[in-house]
């Protein structure tokens, strides 16, 4: 905010460009009120991160990653789902083990293969075992359908429908 006077006038809010290009500038704070602005980013603006992320220094990545795990967790209106599933394929481990992390609650069937991929192909012993537990939220997931499925007396369950939509 800026003074002006004897008035306060709110500083304009910096738009989704600006917060992303000041990720790569580890002079700048990392800021929640920003990192919130990167929910649900749009095409170009998710390309625009996956450009200025691969500049950003390791240790700043895995800085940003846990506060979006914890804005995430904290706010269930947020969804970085987008950037976390970026950093699966990031070069720093405990990035890959913290994304994994922030897409717990993602029951898409296409999160899967992925998963598989880490569990079975990863360099890291803790990204394989994040891998796995993961993994095991699915099988349960499949398991409850199955359950309802073997149990109901009406039609399918919304969970069992979503489940087999995403399948």
């Not at 003074?3 to 700048?28: E, G, H, M, W, Y």
């Amino acid at each position: 905010m800026k003074k002006q006077s004897n008035r306060i006038i709110a500083a304009k809010p910096a738009s989704v460009k600006d917060i992303i290009a000041d990720l790569a500038d580890s002079d700048k704070p990392i800021v929640d009120s920003g990192l919130a602005e990167l929910s649900d980013l749009n095409p170009g603006e998710l390309r625009l991160f996956n450009q200025v992320w691969e500049r950003i220094e390791p240790n700043r990545r895995q800085q940003i990653i846990y506060r979006l795990v914890e804005l995430a967790e904290d706010n269930i209106d947020l969804s970085f789902d987008a950037i976390f599933k970026r950093c699966l394929k990031d070069p720093n481990e405990e990035v890959r083990r913290k994304a994994i992390e922030g897409l717990w609650e993602n029951e898409e069937a296409s999160f899967i293969e992925p998963l598989i991929n880490l569990m079975e192909q990863d360099s890291s012993v803790r990204v394989r075992e994040a891998a796995a537990i993961a993994l095991g939220r699915f099988a349960m997931l499949a398991e409850q359908a199955l359950y309802e499925l073997e149990t109901m007396t009406e039609p399918a369950s919304a969970s069992w429908i979503k489940f087999r939509r995403q399948g």
